[in-house]
């Protein structure tokens, strides 16, 4: 289909110092999990991206000297010559597609944990480590910061040698520049500290050295929070924020803005953000500079992207998260193939896999992460060699994803629900508080679906192992769900209890009565208990969530969630009771024990609702299994887990059907040699 033409402005080119982007879609820096030990990987992860028309595709964070260390997470080095070619794999993969390169220099100051070098940690001045170890960064003087420009030139050369089209001095996130700009890190009484002009100091002159050193072929962008989200006390898009754009509005040849605080604040989950939700933190940029403007939001829609355009917010549509659910989305908007973009849901999985320290993974996108140890590219695929009919049963996340991969194969394929609607667990989930975005992994494949002729669906079809037997199918797939426990067994308590009064979020989903006090047992950890309770909470219900955890809803800390999460529950006045488990629950009375003393505690309690672990929806599987008919079992039914992890194990079954299944590649580290 030829391109809409309301969406030709997207695809203009827009000079950037001495080079020129192919449109106006930037890939902005984004970790991998990949980094220095990883580089084929990292390379075919972004080579994907610029073969999706991502007009620039930059790398993650690049350290430029030992002393910024994020181990034990992934992260690239230019610290000597050595780390040349590794580096330059990836400005090759991108530049095979005619796009360019760019890539974020860093050094984290007291952000950096220096775990694996052991250097000492540096900083403006003498300051804790930020990431809670039992350590000090020691105060900069006046031949550290010598060293630490030569440090950044040295590193941006290095870049060059490597391909790179743009060079970046990296002030944003709280690290090493930024903690010089902010009077919240920086209380130095010389040259680079007091006066707002003398804490841009060293901002400035990092990006004269940058651009002396590469400038004539390469251009230098700064990223750079124009707020920290800390009032007046610090950096704000109303105060300091501005007034640097000003100090420095001409002298890079692109702005990368966004707002800092911490990570989470720039990537907010779509449970606490909305599409474009950094624009009244960044609108400013662009009426203070002639340079290019580039900024985040997790832009999916076209329409959207041309009005930040219009109305000049910024010059590029910047995207990470978007870019990860669909690398391919400039190339279906120029195709007029806009109906098909994998929309991002702002599930942060994609930041849980970077604060576990692994490689990349994506609820909606399954091959992400997978294009090189596997071979997965996203809009390809091998098509099956045999004519085989597969049965689906189940129509939830990994039904659908099964379904629709198993139909790009070739295979004739049949897809069973037993309820009216498809989605399974993602027709509950999406009606909790900030997860109507959700359905996103619904709606994308049952549109693909409704693209292939050999799929057929079937709503309000339950089937029977004699139906399954009837049927005849090659290949029988099980994607049947799970439920949730009632015996109270999570990762805390492991031995069933017995609490016939409670409820599971099951219940709770299906309309049971609920009668207050209130209490959310929560020993699974993640989003359920959490966004239950907010949702009772809101219909006057008397809410406490107990948690064997030291803070609500813990492993939401990996999606960056946990602070506004714990923040909104305090705000709609539910009650946390932190390091307690659960013993009993009766007569109106539900008994807990401290995790640590085994002190009792005594809660009044009208309603219990259990949210700790799930069993797989067994009992067809069974069945077929007594009939001797062989299936098999994908996502929740087989493992309960994330969404994510349920798109996946559809997708890798589908996808290796008729393959061996062979473990996947693994990188040996590089060798370096300096």
């Known amino acids: 289909m030829p391109r809409d ?16 982007a192919l449109n106006r879609f930037y890939q902005t820096p984004h970790a991998t999990g990949f980094g220095w030990q990883r580089p084929q990987s990292g390379a075919a992860l972004r080579g994907v991206k610029a073969e999706g028309g991502w007009g620039v595709v930059c790398t993650e964070y690049c350290s430029i000297h030992p002393s910024s260390d994020d181990s034990p997470y992934a992260f690239l080095t230019l610290w000597d010559d050595g780390d040349i070619a590794p580096l330059a794999l990836t400005a090759e993969a991108i530049h095979a597609h005619g796009s360019l390169a760019g890539i974020e220099l860093w050094h984290g100051g007291a952000h950096a944990s220096n775990r694996m070098t052991r250097v000492p940690g540096i900083a403006p001045v003498v300051q804790p480590a930020l990431y809670h170890l039992p350590a000090t960064a020691r105060a900069m003087d006046a031949s550290d910061i010598k060293a630490f420009r030569v440090w950044q030139r040295d590193a941006a050369m290095r870049a060059k040698r490597a391909g790179f089209d743009i060079v970046y001095v990296y002030a944003g996130h709280d690290y090493l520049p930024f903690q010089f700009l902010s009077r919240r890190t920086n209380h130095r009484i010389d040259a680079y500290g007091g006066s707002l002009e003398n804490r841009v100091r060293l901002l400035r002159e990092m990006i004269e050295d940058t651009k002396e050193a590469v400038g004539d072929t390469c251009a230098v962008a700064v990223r750079l929070a124009v707020d920290e989200l800390h009032g007046p006390e610090g950096i704000t898009s109303e105060g300091e924020g501005r007034e640097v754009i000003e100090m420095l509005a001409e002298l890079p040849d692109l702005w990368d803005v966004n707002v800092a605080g911490a990570l989470g604040n720039d990537s907010r989950s779509a449970r606490f953000s909305a599409e474009g939700f950094q624009e009244e933190n960044v609108a400013f940029v662009k009426s203070l500079t002639t340079k290019p403007v580039v900024s985040v939001g997790r832009f999916t829609s076209p329409d959207r992207m041309v009005s930040q355009i219009k109305r000049r917010v910024q010059d590029f549509i910047g995207a990470a998260r978007p870019s990860i659910a669909d690398p391919f989305l400039p190339a279906k908007i120029r195709e007029g193939r806009e109906d098909e973009i994998r929309e991002c849901i702002g599930c942060n999985i ?26 997965w590219h996203p809009e390809r695929i091998a098509v099956y060699p045999k004519r085989e009919k597969a049965l689906v049963i189940g129509g939830g996340p990994a039904g659908l994803e099964a379904a629709l991969t198993l139909g790009r194969r070739g295979l004739e394929v049949s897809l069973a629900e037993a309820s009216d609607q498809f989605g399974g667990r993602l027709l509950r989930e999406a009606t909790l508080p900030g997860l109507q975005t959700w359905t996103r992994v619904r709606d994308w494949r049952l549109h693909m679906i409704g693209k292939l002729p050999n799929v057929e669906l079937f709503p309000a079809s339950r089937m029977t192992a004699a139906d399954v037997a009837e049927f005849g199918a090659d290949r029988v797939v099980l994607a049947t769900g799970s439920h949730w426990r009632r015996d109270g067994v999570g990762v805390y308590s492991v031995r069933p209890g017995e609490f016939p009064l409670a409820l599971t979020p099951d219940d709770v989903f299906a309309g049971a009565k609920i009668a207050g006090p209130v209490v959310i047992y929560d020993d699974e950890h993640y989003f359920m208990a959490g966004a239950l309770a907010e ?33 909104r529950l305090i705000e709609t006045g539910v009650v946390i009771h932190a390091l307690k488990s659960l013993k009993s629950n009766s007569d109106g009375v539900a008994a807990l024990s401290c995790v640590y003393t085994g002190r009792d505690e005594a809660l009044p309690c009208g309603t219990l609702i259990l949210a700790t672990g799930r069993l797989p929806d067994s009992a067809l599987s069974d069945d077929i299994a007594g009939a001797g008919i062989a299936a098999t079992r994908i996502g929740d ?7 994510a992890d349920a798109v996946y194990s559809a997708h890798r079954f589908a996808r290796l059907l008729g393959e061996p299944d062979l473990p996947p590649r693994r990188e040996l580290p590089p060798e370096r040699t300096p």
């Open 535 to 567: 949702r009772l909470a809101a219909k006057g219900h008397e809410v406490h969530y107990v948690t064997t955890a030291a803070v609500a809803s813990s492993w939401s800390v990996m999606t960056n969630e946990q602070d506004f999460l714990q923040a």
């Open 5 to 20: 033409p309301r969406y030709d402005i997207l695809f203009e080119p827009v000079r950037i110092g001495p080079v020129t």
């Open 637 to 643: 039914c087989l493992t309960p887990s994330s969404i």
């Open 350 to 375: 994609c930041r849980a896999a970077n604060n576990e320290g692994v490689g990349l993974r994506c609820t909606q996108n399954p091959t992400m992460g997978e294009e090189w140890r596997r071979g």
